[in-house]
């Protein structure tokens, strides 16, 4: 299926403001320096302007710098780099892993010098502190984002980037074809649910605040699993039948076996209606649930478009 890049190359002057060492704020242990201040999940901070040398703490994030036109110095890539979408290493190749996402490594980080970090806000929230004493360092939400707070990282990176112009057409062009998408989506498509089949024999399955299926709901479609709370539920098949989704998107990674072959003689799993009607899709884990950013759904539209066009 063909994939959707767009980059786009404008520079833009930052401000210049002063930088103080308080609480809620972030200073590059180099001390002192000009830049701009930038609000974010965790706080305000002060970050140099058009910086240099980025490190990236999320696969979402990652995507967005490079989105952007920068090569980060620095990513969190858990050491699986064949992770990272194929448009983004085009991009950053020759980047330094600094370790999982989960438990990036300060050490590394510090040895690259960076003049800007790029964290998860929940996931690196507890060392916020001494990534800030390492370089300026600002928080946004991707590992439980839904698709409005992308769309609000998104600006935020942009302007940690001096790239604000840039991420603008980024999102006015992302919106276009989002726009474009909704207009090819059929109408009675029914109901969607996305879920990851697991070892424990249950489904662990994103409800409508997290990043995809927030987009679904964006996009016309309408997702099965409504939760104003929490991100992720666990469910049994006893209780999948009770939503009984209409389409069912399973997503795996690539070495999982097929979720269609293992369950296809249990009698609850064939009672579902996307399995009698044929409506149940194994989907790329990593392209529909660890990519929380707008490329990431750029390059699904056509996905979409083959699974729900009219």
């Known amino acids: 299926m063909k994939a959707i890049h767009k980059w786009m190359v404008i520079g833009l002057i930052a401000l210049a403001a002063g930088c103080s060492q308080q609480e809620g704020k972030s200073q590059n242990s180099q001390g002192d320096q000009s830049g701009k201040a930038v ?10 302007e058009n ?21 980060p110095a620095g990513v969190a890539d858990d050491e699986r780099p064949e992770r990272i979408a194929a448009s983004t290493m ?10 999982a996402r989960s438990e990036p490594s300060l050490e590394i980080i510090r040895t690259l010098k960076p003049d800007l970090i790029i964290a ?10 001494e990534l800030s004493e390492i370089a300026p360092t600002i928080g946004v939400v ?18 940690a980037l001096d790239r604000e112009e840039e991420t603008k057409q980024l999102i006015a062009e992302h919106k276009t074809d989002v726009s474009e998408l909704k207009k090819s989506v059929s109408e009675g498509q029914g109901t969607i649910l996305q879920a990851q089949y ?17 987009f679904m709901n964006e996009a016309g479609l309408e997702y099965a699993l409504e939760d104003k709370k929490e991100t992720s539920q666990d469910l049994t098949i006893e209780q999948m039948l ?25 009698a609850l ?20 649930s660890r990519r929380r950013s707008l490329p990431a759904i750029n390059e699904r539209l056509d996905d979409f478009r083959e699974l729900f066009a009219k």
């Open 269 to 288: 799993w064939n009672q579902l209606k996307a399995v009698q009607n044929d409506r149940v899709f194994e989907l790329d884990h990593n392209d529909w």
């Open 39 to 48: 609000e974010h999940e965790l706080g305000t901070t002060t970050v140099p």
């Open 198 to 214: 697991t070892s424990s024999n249950l489904f662990e399955t994103p409800t409508s605040s997290y990043f995809m299926p927030s």
């Open 51 to 71: 910086p240099k040398s980025v490190v990236t703490l999320e696969l979402g994030i990652t995507e967005t710098v490079a989105a952007l036109g920068i090569s």
């Open 90 to 99: 085009e991009v950053i190749e020759g980047y330094k892993s600094v370790g």
């Open 120 to 129: 998860d806000s929940d996931r690196h929230k507890a060392i916020y502190k």
């Open 142 to 159: 991707n590992d439980t984002a839904d698709y409005p707070e992308v769309l609000a990282a998104t600006e935020t990176i942009g302007s």
């Open 242 to 266: 009770k939503i009984n989704p209409d389409t069912l998107l399973l997503t795996k990674n690539a070495d999982d076996p097929s979720v269609v072959e293992q369950l296809k003689g249990d």
